[in-house]
């Protein structure tokens, strides 16, 4: 019954997560002031605001040096691609493989837009219609690619379907606004399968569902949750990515967002589940992957891939049979290919097919004979017997043991139809259905029906729709008493928290309708029914007030005379220039009671109280205005949101929107600077936690800064790189006027490799063979304020470490353990930093191994004097907050205690260290823990082991002990 068209805004936020981002770029502007030296590692440049000159041109002129096509996301640029509105799409037709062209090569083009939605939606909502390509081949603009292959086509404006073919071949692409500068299509044999169904007299029998059933293996569970999970981590980051450029889409993707949020956290939890129990758990899982392996070639379940009715002569043609394949992954095993079967969709006490090898397609029609049927009506009803006109949707199911899936036969019943019509029926059989409404939260399931005994028998069945839910019947008239029979009405109902129900419903030819609702404890009287005619000019409408609705009952309101409503709110949407927008769409909203536990008021949207501005700007919106408070949402493209006053009735409103600008710098990055090293923050002088941050990003051999959807004002724009927490270059005071789109001329042409020195720094040791260091790198910096902290480097590679900074020499403090190595200054360029072998400490704990007979012991040594190690990096980022994370554990090193009671511990450090005990570690159950006296330790480069005997306490390490055994025993107990 709702037939608002989800399932394009879901396609339209897909394809607006992957781009589409118009840029139109600009030069122009001041020079920059050279970077000061002003501390160890990293200084920032100041470049102060100029007063414009009296007269001064705007910075909106366009220079030819710039890209004009420079318009992507984030996504976009790291594939290259040049994504921007009005670029031709390109495609290249290959034959047979990529490398041939094919030309000549038919083309059709399909394009989706608000003109075709209905006829996509109706294609795509049967289950029957052929592939999308017939779509386009029968629907869409033929062209024909020239003598290279290549055909250009006009840009896209939402998605198109694209159908390429030449005589005996065939290809298929789906493409967004999110397409490349060329895109290919590749032509493949084309195949087709015939079925044809025939009576037990051999007569062939029209109108039968037939399909394709194609036997594919079962993935492991496991396995097809490690591949969701992947799916819906990179999918949500590109969610949360596209957020973050479009602030003022929050909103729209928050459900989006929590719901991909909330199926993540349960896959991981199952992840888990099946994770748990320590080494007996990971070895069983192990062994029930390989038994699993094994039996991968007799474990399979059946796809229906593809639905045809039969035609007059009996016959169901599935034309490009090879696009309905599940190719499948490189772990099927070989027997599982092309294993399929043309089977009759027909609810039968034993299932009817013919099984197939699908490569190459049979050439041959593959007969099914079809046996002695009767039919199966449905005739719906509301609980009180009165004809259900609206369109309902069941799924007939036989109940026997083991049916197979496919005998499961939806029917949708359309507005006005009588009755759900299942024209075969098998014989003898007991079914159910299981019913829902096109609104999907009303489903239910019917009772036990019998069906037909006898060959050709129709059985009628009173279908009660929505046995459970409350229902509002009625005729609607109009203000001269006619019946406003097939109208399309929408229908609100609300209480104190908001919409209990709504719906879009098409009026029988009588003018009569049923609304189903649901009411449960959460919904509090009073209620109100809003109906209105959108259609009428002015909307015709109505409002009715319910004190109670009941459950599981009908309520007949009569009939009800829609009049003129009340105008709620009227007036016109201008920009900041005064200039009127059309199109601007305008949202009513109440101030309304939110929460389960805890109850707070939030403006949320009345349903179908909406208008969208004329040519002039202008609006009004119709309807009657309930004690409370109200607002507008007004929203227009390339303008940001607009949230009104509260609403008092018949206000007239003159909304002014600030339209929307873009902040683009040209840059100059040297070769050896990444843009992933680079980040750029955009400050709002007037809300400094208002900032914005994002890497420069590379197009076209040129390199660009860009932040869209920036409102007008005052700036700071940043440049630091990823290493460092302070900036290394400043732009200060940068103004960006309402509307501005292209390049900035404050930022042309700015050269980042004149504000940075490039370091390598290499591990050696002593003999200048390269280690691998275990810790992190830790750099002293100077601070714009004076004062010094300090940063950790991680080794790329294991033993390069490559960084940039704004001063010629740094001061870095190297550590690994095992290694001792002196604080040293290293200058801009190659740096070779040496570390000197050291022995290990071995540390000796007599009788220890025999007191823990069959407890892990680990014997840890802890670092207590840090000399001229910090004793905490900084940390400003997730990546700096990570190295800070490893440096805080890089004063403890470990080891398990071996037989001889020794453990064999690297240090870095000489002087004191802090002995700890770890008993049951690796077994499963939390250590315990014993801390004993600190020992001193010595480090000479050269020298053997040095021995340290750690006496210990027995009362002490003995309890812990014996906790730790309790704990193994009751987990191996637990089978864990």
């Not at 501390?39 to 100041?46: F, P, T």
């Not at 699993?292 to 593809?306: D, I, M, V």
């Not at 394949?325 to 013919?354: C, M, T, Y």
């Amino acid at each position: 019954m709702n037939r608002f068209p989800i399932g394009v805004v879901l396609l339209l936020m897909a394809v607006a997560l992957m781009g589409g981002i118009g840029w139109w770029l600009l030069r122009g502007g001041d020079e920059l002031a050279p970077l000061p030296v002003t501390g160890d590692v990293v200084a920032e440049s100041a470049v102060r605001d100029a007063k414009p000159a009296a007269g001064a041109a705007p910075a909106t002129v366009e220079v030819e040096s710039v890209p004009h096509d420079f318009l992507r996301d984030e996504a976009s640029v790291d594939k290259g691609e040049a994504v921007r509105s009005g670029r031709p799409l390109v495609v290249q037709v290959w034959l047979g493989k990529k490398g041939v062209p094919a030309p000549a090569a038919e083309v059709f083009v399909f394009a989706g837009t608000d003109d075709t939605e209905d006829l996509v939606g109706d294609w795509k909502g049967n289950p029957f219609a052929p592939h999308l390509s017939e779509l386009a081949e029968e629907r869409g603009t033929r062209y024909e690619a020239d003598s290279r292959g290549v055909v250009e086509l006009p840009p896209v404006q939402e998605w198109v379907l694209l159908s390429a073919r030449l005589p005996g071949q065939h290809g298929f692409r789906y493409f967004g606004r999110e397409h490349g500068e060329l895109e290919g299509v590749t032509l493949r044999p084309d195949e087709t399968v015939t079925v044809r169904v025939v009576d037990l007299q051999g007569r062939t029998v029209s109108g039968v569902p037939v399909g394709i059933v194609q036997t594919v293996p079962v993935r492991e569970r496991r396995e097809e949750l490690v591949a969701r999970m992947r799916e819906l981590e990179g999918g949500l980051r590109k969610v949360q990515e596209w957020v973050r450029k479009n602030p003022n889409a929050r909103e729209q993707a928050g459900e989006k967002m929590n719901g991909m949020q909330r199926e993540l956290r349960r896959v991981r939890r199952e992840l888990e589940a099946g994770g748990r129990g320590g080494d007996r758990g990971r070895a069983e899982q192990r062994r029930k992957a390989a038994a699993a392996k094994q039996r991968r070639q007799f474990e399979n379940r059946p796809e229906l891939r593809a639905r045809r009715h039969t035609d007059d002569q009996g016959l169901a043609v599935f034309r490009h049979f090879q696009l309905y394949r599940n190719k499948g992954g490189k772990w099927w095993p070989e027997s599982a290919f092309d294993r399929f079967q043309a089977a009759l969709l027909v609810p039968l006490a034993a299932p009817r097919s013919r099984e197939f090898s699908g490569r190459p397609a049979p050439e041959e029609v593959i007969e099914l004979q079809l046996p002695a049927t009767g039919s199966l009506a449905l005739r719906t009803v509301d609980r009180d017997g009165r004809p259900f006109t609206h369109p309902v949707r069941a799924q007939l199911r036989v109940v026997v043991e083991n049916a197979v899936p496919w005998s499961r036969v939806d029917v949708r019943k359309k507005q006005d139809d009588d009755a759900i019509l299942f024209p075969f029926v098998g014989l003898g059989l007991a079914m159910r259905a299981n019913c829902r409404l096109d609104d999907e939260d009303f489903r239910w399931r019917s009772p036990r029906i019998a069906g037909p005994q006898a060959a050709g028998e129709r059985v009628e069945f009173d279908l009660v729709v929505a046995p459970g839910d409350g229902m509002l019947h009625g005729r609607l008239l109009d203000a001269s008493g006619r019946a406003l029979g097939g109208e399309e009405i929408t229908f609100l109902i609300s209480d104190v928290a908001g919409r209990l129900e709504g719906e879009e419903v098409i009026l029988d030819r009588s003018g009569r309708f049923h609304l189903p609702y649901k009411v449960n404890s959460r919904h509090r009287p009073p209620f109100d029914l809003q109906i209105r005619q959108p259609d009428a000019a002015p909307l015709a409408g109505l409002s009715l007030a319910f004190e109670t609705l009941p459950r599981q009952h009908v309520t007949d309101l009569g009939e009800l005379r829609l009049d003129g409503f009340g105008i709620v709110a009227e007036g016109v949407v201008v920009d900041d220039r005064g200039e009127p927008i059309p199109g601007a769409w305008l949202q009513l909203e109440r101030e309304r009671e939110v929460g389960q536990e805890e109850q707070k008021l939030a403006f949320r949207e009345e349903a179908f109280v909406s208008a969208t501005a004329d040519e002039d700007g202008r609006f009004a919106l119709f309807g009657e205005l309930q004690r409370g408070r109200y607002r507008l949402h007004v929203e227009a493209e390339g303008h940001f949101e607009v949230f009104t006053p509260d609403l008092s009735d018949e206000q007239s409103h003159r909304i002014v929107m600030q339209r929307r600008s873009r902040l683009v710098g040209t840059l100059i990055r040297p070769e050896w600077l990444k843009p992933a090293d680079v980040r750029v923050e955009l400050v709002p002088a007037a809300n400094p936690g208002g900032r914005r941050d994002d890497r420069i990003h590379d197009y076209k051999g040129r390199t660009f800064a860009y932040f869209d959807w920036v409102r007008p004002g005052t700036y700071d724009v940043t440049f630091r790189v990823r290493q460092f927490p302070d900036p290394f270059v400043r732009v200060d005071r940068l103004v960006i006027e309402p509307g501005q789109m292209g390049g900035h001329p404050r930022i042309r042409d700015l050269d980042l490799g004149a504000y940075l020195y490039r370091y390598e720094i290499f591990a050696v040791d002593e003999n200048g063979q390269s280690i691998k260091p275990r810790r992190p790198l830790v750099a002293r910096i100077q601070r714009p304020d004076g004062s010094r902290s300090h940063i950790g480097l991680p080794w790329r590679g294991g033993n390069r470490i490559e960084m940039f900074s704004a001063s010629p020499q740094a001061d870095v403090i190297p550590m690994a353990q095992g290694f001792a190595v002196d604080r040293t200054v290293v200058a801009a360029g190659r740096n070779e930093i040496v570390f000197r072998r050291i022995p290990p400490v071995e540390v000796t704990l007599a009788g220890l191994r025999a007191a823990a007979a069959d407890v892990n012991v680990q014997v840890v040594l802890e670092l207590l004097e840090l000399g001229d190690l910090p004793a905490q990096l900084d940390a400003f980022d997730g990546g700096s907050k990570r190295i800070a994370g490893w440096y805080g554990r890089s004063k403890y090193t470990a080891a398990m205690l071996e037989s001889g009671d020794t453990a064999s511990l690297p240090v870095m450090r000489a002087g004191p260290h802090r002995v700890i005990l770890r008993f049951g570690v690796g077994q499963g159950v939390r250590p315990q823990t014993v801390v004993l006296p600190p020992v001193e330790v010595q480090v000479t480069p050269g020298a053997g082991p040095q021995r340290v005997a750690v006496s210990y306490d027995a009362g002490v390490t003995g309890p812990a002990i014996v906790e730790a055994r309790r704990l193994i025993a009751e987990k191996q107990r637990s089978g864990g």
